[in-house]
């Protein structure tokens, strides 16, 4: 029987390396399950917060727009002109709002990235210890 250079046969060290090889993938499977549910949770914290933050903030605009329309109004512009500055700036901001809730729920940043590079690095480990035998 062939044996490798430190006694063992050849049968004996594959199937250690098969074995290994199992309870790795094994392992980075639960390591993904476990990354995939951190990304859920913080895409189901971010969407909370816009939630609540939504919630909160639609009755307060509606008063402060109006307390401003009135105050431009009372400076001495026309209703519409003291309208459009408020609505414009009460959008710039609403925008901005929403792109930075959205910028935390990018597909992207649910990929298990973690889970990918150990897997390569492992592919690799593994890549070498069979040119090794």
Known sequence: MTTANNGRPVTDILRDLLAQITELMRNEGELARAEMSEKLDQTVRGV???????????PALVILLAAAVAAIMAAGLEPYWAALIVGGAALSVGLALVLGGKSSMRL????????MDHLRRDVSVARNQLRRT
């Open 48 to 58: 909370a917060f816009m939630v609540a933050g939504a919630v909160l903030l639609i």
């Open 108 to 115: 992207r940043n649910l990929a298990p990235r973690r889970t």
